[in-house]
T-cell receptor
Framework: NAGVTQTPKFRVLKTGQSMTLLCAQD?????MYWYRQDPGMGLRLIHY???????AKGEVPDGYNVSRLKKQNFLLGLESAAPSQTSVYFC?????????????FGPGTRLTVT | KNQVEQSPQSLIILEGKNCTLQ??????????LRWYKQDTGRGPVSLTI?????NTKSNGRYTATLDADTKQSSLHITASQLSDSASYIC????????????FGTGTRLQVTL
């Protein structure tokens, strides 16, 4: 099993550009999440999904959109990137009811917006 | 407001020594507490998960304790190794939804020769 994978690993955007981050998991997990990690702060939840075709807002959803068209994939979109979105983005997944909803994290995507 | 505070922010120890990391939380209602290890440039990896009724749990050289009354947890690392160099993150789950996690900012541990 590859677990949770994320593409790309690194990306540099100019202000106003758009991009999509892809997360894939091969563990048949129902729940998927997108977090951002900034220096001096704990991980913060952007959006999450409780199943195929459903999404919900997390703690810091503004400026981001998500889609979960397939159970194994969770996409995070930035329509018009801003320097404040410079961060490391982590995707995670969990199987509801297993190990108290233990979350498995991907390796992260480092995004810089100039 | 739900909060998780960790101390110290950073720590340097010699290989082979023991260390203890602290976590205080104000999350309510409490469901469970997790410790994650995050290597530089990697995603967090779970070390332990403890519920309200558990006051200690081990994973190899890692032992986590939980005092739900004082809302404190600790992670003890025994006989440290260079590979233990990482950030250790305390995470508390809100009861009623295992999806809602409150993350601490982590303790950065460096193990040196």
């Amino acid at each position: 099993n590859a677990g949770v994978t994320q593409t790309p690993k690194f990306r540099v955007l100019k202000t106003g550009q758009s991009m999509t981050l892809l997360c894939a998991q091969d563990m048949n997990h129902e729940y998927m999440y997108w977090y951002r990690q900034d220096p001096g702060m704990g991980l913060r939840l952007i959006h999450y999904s409780v199943g195929e075709g459903t999404t919900a807002k997390g703690e810091v959803p503004d400026g981001y959109n998500v889609s979960r068209l397939k159970k194994q994939n969770f996409l995070l979109g930035l329509e018009s990137a801003a320097p404040s979105q410079t961060s490391v983005y982590f995707c995670a997944s969990s199987y509801w009811g297993s190990r108290l909803g233990e979350q498995y994290f991907g390796p992260g995507t480092r995004l810089t917006v100039t | 407001k739900n909060q998780v505070e960790q101390s110290p922010q950073s720590l340097i120890i010699l290989e082979g020594k023991n260390c203890t990391l602290q976590c205080n939380y104000t999350v309510s209602p409490f469901s469970n507490l997790r410790w994650y290890k995050q290597d530089t440039g990697r995603g967090p990896v779970s070390l332990t998960i403890m519920t309200f009724s558990e006051n200690t749990k081990s994973n190899g050289r890692y032992t986590a304790t939980l005092d739900a009354d004082t809302k404190q947890s600790s992670l003890h690392i025994t006989a440290s190794q260079l590979s233990d160099s990482a950030s250790y993150i305390c995470v508390v789950s809100v009861a009623g939804t295992a999806s809602k996690l409150t993350f601490g900012t982590g303790t950065r541990l460096q193990v040196t020769l």
